[in-house]
């Protein structure tokens, strides 16, 4: 059994921030471990703080790992204590096997190819007519003037799906560089296009941009990384702190595991470095 504390605070944050600085360890050497959600309680009755568990040292595998090859043994008369000093170093190496296996692990999103590559199974949604009203006509005025200074020919296709929010479909070869590294420009485009429209009043719409289908497989793969990180935290019963997303990104990932039994999730860090946490839930109980 590794070692651990438990440790409460305000929150979850404050609380491992409170653990490492007790341990003098990085985020990076323990694993955290949920046990009571903090409470505000109604006008300050019932408040509760967060509590944690913090396991540190080494850890035990339960998984049987495989004996290092042995040496061919010298054809001599062997002392009996001689297999003992064999076995020591494959120890060792069982030990710097552990060692590398140590939690919380941070893991990267797989869909980084999958956002290069639809997926076989992938169909886009039908959107339906294109509309021409007013906000419509608004959206395709910005956007054509920006997007010719970017030097992009891209079609700009918009479609109302429900009152209120517009769907802006960008269409053409070679729109990566609208996307950008994890869809950070694609992101700037649309929070542009959505200022622009609204700044002259009028009832304010949202707009929701998209290029090559890239949310669309996105949302599918990030969902697909999420139950897979819940299967290995409901196998391993360690937490998984994943790598940092939007907000977006995080909803989709907390909405894929809200109903998922055995494990918990909630946001740590500040943005724009702020992390999901896929956390082990005992008895499938909901904090």
Request: charged share 35%; aromatic share 6%; with cysteine.
């Amino acid at each position: 059994m590794r070692d651990y504390i438990d440790v409460t605070g305000k929150n979850e944050d404050e609380a491992i921030s409170k653990a490492l600085s007790q341990l003098g360890l990085d985020r990076d050497d323990v694993s955290v471990e949920v046990l009571e959600r903090a409470k505000s309680g109604f006008l300050g009755l019932g408040a509760c703080p967060a509590k944690i568990r913090v396991y540190y040292g080494p850890e035990e595998e339960e998984e049987i790992l495989s004996p290092a090859p042995q040496p061919p043994v010298p054809e001599k008369p062997v002392r009996p204590a001689a297999p003992e000093k064999r076995e020591r170093p494959e120890h060792k190496e069982r030990r710097k096997e552990q060692k590398k296996e140590r939690e919380p692990r941070r893991e990267e999103p797989e869909p980084r190819r999958e956002e290069r590559e639809e997926p076989a199974s992938f169909q886009p949604a039908p959107m339906g007519e294109e509309v021409d009203d007013e906000k419509a006509a608004a959206i395709k005025g910005f956007l054509s003037g920006l997007l010719e200074h970017m030097g992009s020919a891209a079609e700009i296709k918009v479609y109302l799906p429900e009152k209120g929010r517009y769907k802006v479909i960008l269409e053409g070869q070679g729109l990566g560089a609208l996307i950008g590294r994890r869809g950070e420009t694609l992101d700037a485009i649309q929070q542009l296009t959505s200022y622009a429209v609204n700044r002259d009043g009028g009832p304010r719409v949202r707009v929701h941009l998209d290029a090559e289908n890239y949310r669309a497989k996105r949302e599918q793969s990030l969902q697909h990384l999420a139950r897979k990180v819940a299967g290995k935290v409901i196998r391993f019963r360690r937490s998984v702190t994943l790598e940092p997303m939007n907000a977006y990104e995080r909803h989709v990932i907390h909405t894929a595991l809200q109903d998922f039994e055995g494990v918990t999730t909630y946001s740590t860090g500040m943005d724009p470095n702020r992390r999901v946490v896929v956390a082990y839930n005992r008895g499938g109980e909901r904090h």
